[in-house]
């Protein structure tokens, strides 16, 4: 969700923030802009697009500025409506959502200023510009007062030799290099060897010039402490891959192996603790992540007779949910910034749940709220569709179930967890296999995923990647649902995909393969049991190997995304960046 920068150093400044924000396009990528300050003057470059479309900004002198990659919320993608936003003497760049800017744009045109946007944004520069009397800090102070919503803020001004940034409920940082100091809103925009990072919190400002001041909300000076990172994971390569989608799906089977936990009561004492005596686990998360939810529920039931609620964190945080003593709260996210994820995990906090983040980021906002962070290792992923933190995640909820069922007295399930480890480099091969089923969906007007239990979750996990970078509608149904209404939209040109890893559904999700089969529908089956994929009803199947059944998602979810992507490239899409969307979610 938009991307920031900021520099202020002995270079000049719009390489720098160029490069930066070139970083950032996956979080966004629907118009770019740089504001450099020099002489006392601001110097504005705005473009429709991506960020290569500013390469006439890189020859602009100066030694500060500021720069933004958007994600449309407020106006459409538009030059006008791009960042950096300037008033008066004022530039500022913007993360997050003002839910105000009514209120207060009707207050600024009271006072005759004019917008030239159509962004909540714009209205920042407007109040800088109003409680500006010579000192930028305090007035970016008594802006943000004024705001209600989420932001992350860089500003500057035409009079001031420094950068002011400021943040609320959306990520920033800010750190210290030997050219000069950086402010970003993903430490991947200005990771590079010596860079020394820093975290702002809630309400804190830092002052970036020779070094960089940081104040807590009312403006009293603190030390904060640097962040780790780690600075060649942030640097994203492809590594003769053509897109980071196929090559984070190719890491899958290395990553496995660092997701995978054995806990015990000597590793994780307090964690181990509170899992061993929860009586409820509440997952919530979004998007694919809601989905690890949802496998993970049907393993620790399964295996652990624990009562699993997965919700939907957009949907929790406003629902006044119940939280029973002794729940366990999972957040489970990528970026640990998603903003719905982080107000839902809170909530269950508030109201009494041990609160523990899986997340592939160490130092995201969510470890900070969280009792327990379990890290989930993937290493950093680019593409903006979800796949090998998606198997991440698994294997670690999965870790968790194995706990929880062996502490139970009822089974020993870590071997079966450490065997997916060779199993899914045999279900790696399928990715190449579904490419022969591309050309089937290639017209197709619609598309089902069918399964029952687990199944049914890898099949929500396969419509969504295919919905997402190839924009053909989909729909993820549990397989006895089809008859109830959806069947009216199956016919010849529907391809079916049915995935079929629970030997004692199998007979069942068979019947719906008949259903659709019976209508002209091609059936597409992902399945572990041979015996089904010669069936006439089956017009290409690909086998993946036998697992333990509670663990099969690892296994089934890889051709999904494999055929997602490939389908994707056939229809000449950018799989990496899916129109209208963006990695990191930080806005409701
Ligand atoms: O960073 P998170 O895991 O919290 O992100 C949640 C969703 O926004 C994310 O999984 C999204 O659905 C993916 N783009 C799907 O591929």
């Known amino acids: 969700m938009c991307g920031i920068v900021g520099y202020y150093g002995s270079e000049n400044a719009a390489p720098i923030l160029l490069n930066g924000l070139e970083k950032l396009e996956y979080r966004g990528y629907d118009s770019a802009g740089i504001a450099v300050v020099d002489g006392g003057k601001l110097q504005l470059v705005r473009k429709k697009g991506s960020v290569s479309e500013l390469f006439s900004a890189r020859g602009i002198q100066g030694h500060l500025g500021i720069g933004h990659t958007r994600w449309a919320t407020h106006g459409a993608p538009s030059e006008i409506n791009a960042h950096p936003h300037v008033y008066g003497k004022f530039a500022v760049v913007h993360n997050g959502i003002i839910e105000n800017e009514y209120s207060l744009k009707e207050e600024c ?28 800090v305090t007035a970016v102070k008594d802006t943000v007062e004024r705001l209600k919503g989420s932001y992350a803020l860089a500003v500057v ?48 400002l830092a002052v970036l010039s020779t070094e960089i001041t940081f104040f807590n909300q009312n403006l009293v000076r603190i030390e904060k402490e640097k962040i780790e990172y780690d600075a060649e994971e942030e640097i994203p390569d492809l590594k003769g891959y053509r897109h980071f989608m196929r090559k984070e799906m190719a890491e899958i ?22 899992l061993t005596q929860t009586e409820q686990i509440q997952i919530v998360a979004c998007g694919t992540a809601y989905h690890s939810g949802l496998c993970a529920k049907y393993a620790i039931e399964s295996l652990c007779r624990i009562p699993v609620e997965v919700c939907i964190a957009s949907e929790y945080r406003y629902l006044d949910p119940i939280v029973r003593s002794g729940t366990l709260a999972l957040a489970v996210s990528q970026s640990g910034e998603t903003a719905d994820t982080l107000a839902a995990a809170q909530l269950a906090k508030n109201k009494g749940a041990y609160l523990a983040a899986v997340t592939n980021v160490p130092y995201s906002s969510l470890t900070r709220i969280a009792d327990a962070v379990l890290p989930t290792n993937a290493g950093r992923e680019v ?8 198997h991440a995640q698994l294997v670690l909820l999965y870790s968790l179930a194995s706990a929880l069922a062996k502490a139970k007295g009822r089974e020993e399930c870590l071997p079966h967890i450490y065997d997916l480890l060779d199993q899914v480099k045999c279900a790696e091969e399928t990715c190449e296999e579904v490419r022969s089923w591309v050309p089937h969906f290639l017209g197709a007007r619609s598309v089902f995923f069918l399964g029952r239990g687990a199944d049914y979750a890898s099949s929500l996990e396969g419509s969504l990647k295919l919905k997402e970078i190839t924009y053909l509608p989909s729909e993820g149904y549990p397989a006895g649902e089809l008859k109830h209404g959806t069947l009216a939209l199956v016919d010849c040109s529907t391809p079916v995909v049915a995935v079929l890893t629970q030997k004692a559904f199998a007979e069942k999700t068979m019947n719906a393969v008949h259903e659709v089969y019976a209508r002209g529908a091609k059936v597409f089956l992902i399945t572990c049991f041979e015996e089904y994929c010669n069936r006439k009803e089956v017009t290409s199947s690909v086998l993946i190997p036998v697992c333990k059944e509670e663990f099969t998602p690892v296994l089934s979810v890889l051709p999904l995304q494999a055929l997602a992507y490939y389908v994707s490239i056939a229809r000449g899409n950018n799989p990496d960046k899916p129109r209208n969307l963006a990695k990191s979610v930080t806005v409701e």
């Open 383 to 390: 593409a903006v569709a979800a796949t090998k933190s998606f």
């Open 109 to 136: 045109r009271a006072r005759g200023d004019v917008f030239s946007s159509e962004t909540d944004s714009e209205v920042i520069a407007h109040l800088l510009d109003f409680y500006y009397e010579g000192n930028l």
């Open 253 to 274: 089977p290395q990553v496995l192996g660092k997701s995978i936990y054995d806990y015990t009561e000597e590793t994780y004492r307090e964690f181990y603790r509170i």
């Open 157 to 204: 001004c035409e009079e001031c030799d420094c950068i002011v940034c400021v943040r609320k409920a959306s990520p920033l940082v800010v750190g210290i290099g030997k050219n000069g100091v950086y402010a970003a809103s993903d430490v991947s925009a200005i990771a590079a060897e010596g860079v020394t990072v820093y975290s702002l919190d809630d309400g804190e």
